[in-house]
């Protein structure tokens, strides 16, 4: 029986992740406390309250140097801790001067990497911190989604990429199986998944990014998933786990059952 072995939720967009015991999916498909936060550039499209594209703020498919920080969030407090290593760039609550200060810290730790998409840019200056904290918004997908790959997958795609210990953390899902065959999950499109009490009603393929590309630990771009998704499994698109919505909700967790219904 394939069970849930690992949890993720990703408080800021594009940003390292939270390890969780326990999930709460929302009514309609979104993981409480994931992406509430995004560090946007200032010429974004949008009004700050928007969903928009992932490009029009820093995030790690355009920024890698950020999978050297670490992220928590306090959803009582209201209180965003941002570090590098064992160096505190912020931790501030989420008022007017709170969310100037985690932007001026996050922004002098941008300019001072090569990959720096600031850099040559004065339109998207001065970045803003968006997002209320609680309202899960910013997903890649406008509808929200809850990710999902298998450890069989990832372990494939390891093969594929001559990495034996390939970190999941570069596909940022936010859940994580194991006991099926390598990319069954694939083939979950336009069926329905039940995780433990949770009921999926859509399934869909999840399309890869350049974040793919950033070593979780180091930040530089050191294998080129994209391209060997597409060439080792005859993808037409590079493809790698799957998102799911779900119309009631609920709590999933560690240990929790997976099954195809």
């Known amino acids: 029986m394939a069970k849930v072995v690992a949890l993720y939720r990703y408080p800021v967009k594009g940003f390292t992740p939270e390890r969780c015991e326990r999930l709460k999916v929302l009514p309609g498909g979104r993981i409480a406390g994931d992406r509430v936060l995004n560090f946007r550039f200032a010429d974004a499209p949008v009004a700050d309250t928007a969903w928009c594209r992932k490009y029009h703020g820093v995030v790690l498919a355009n920024t890698p140097g950020l999978a050297r920080l670490s992220v928590r969030f306090d959803d009582v407090k209201q209180t965003l801790h941002m570090a590098f290593g064992d160096s505190l760039l912020a931790e501030e ?10 932007v001026a810290a996050l922004t002098q730790y941008v300019h001072s990497l ?24 910013f ?3 406008e509808a929200g989604q809850v990710t999902l790959h298998s450890r069989e997958s990832l372990a494939s795609a ?4 001559h990495d034996a210990n390939l970190d999941e953390h570069r596909f940022r899902h936010n859940i994580v199986i194991e ?6 999950e694939q083939a979950w499109a336009g069926q ?35 391209q060997t998704l597409t060439r080792a499994f005859n993808q037409q698109q590079p493809t790698f786990g799957v998102g799911m919505l779900s119309n009631s909700g609920g709590e999933i ?4 059952e997976v099954s195809v219904m």
């Not at 609550?93 to 985690?102: E, H, M, S, V, Y």
């Not at 390891?158 to 990429?161: I, Q």
């Not at 995780?195 to 050191?222: I, M, S, W, Y």
């Not at 967790?253 to 929790?256: P, Q, S």
């Open 93 to 102: 609550a989420l008022n007017t001067t709170g969310r100037q200060r985690l």
């Open 114 to 137: 090569d990959e720096n998409p600031l850099k040559d840019h004065p339109e998207r200056s001065p970045l803003k911190l968006v997002g209320d904290g609680v309202t899960p918004r």
């Open 139 to 141: 997903q890649d997908n």
């Open 158 to 161: 390891g093969a594929a990429l």
């Open 179 to 184: 006991g099926v065959p390598a990319w069954q």
């Open 192 to 226: 329905r998944v039940r995780v433990g009490a949770v009921e999926f009603e859509t399934v869909v393929p999840k399309v890869r990014c350049l974040a793919t590309h950033a070593n979780p630990q180091t930040g530089e771009r050191d294998l080129q998933v994209m």
């Open 253 to 256: 967790g560690v240990g929790d």
